[in-house]
């Protein structure tokens, strides 16, 4: 089993910027095989794959986000990252991280976290 525990999130304003952590205990004797991302939902809205890291290194974004939010990961930590710069208002959901064992597909989630976006 793999429990994931995120931080950060919380108000911004747009065009600031803001951290979200997710670590990683548990089974993570192979946490550096895992596919990690970030998946979104706001209210009224279908969940959104925010973006992807797989075990080596290679990245994936959301049109939506990509030049803004930097996804990120740290094994040695068992940690997982997003750098949300120039967050916009169209932003704000409840963030989730995700570890997949396989294919990308999740296994495990995070507890979510709020990010707010005030214009």
């Known amino acids: 089993q793999v429990q994931l525990v995120q931080s950060g999130g919380g108000s911004v304003q747009a065009g600031g910027s803001l951290r979200l952590s997710c670590a990683a205990s548990?089974?993570?004797?192979?946490?550096?095989?895992?596919?990690m991302g970030w998946i979104r939902q706001a209210p009224g809205k279908p969940r959104e794959g925010v973006a992807t890291?797989?075990?080596?290194?290679?990245?994936s974004y959301a049109d939506s986000v990509k030049g803004r939010f930097t996804i990120s990961r740290d094994n040695a930590k068992n940690t997982l990252y997003l750098q949300m710069n120039s967050p916009k208002a169209e932003d704000t959901a409840m963030y989730y991280c995700?570890?997949?064992?396989?294919?990308?597909?999740?296994?495990?989630w995070g507890q979510g976290t709020q990010v707010t976006v005030s214009s």
């Open positions: 890291i797989k075990s080596d290194g290679s990245t």
């Open positions: 995700a570890a997949a064992l396989y294919d990308c597909a999740p296994n495990y």
């Open positions: 548990g089974s993570t004797y192979s946490y550096r095989t895992y596919c």
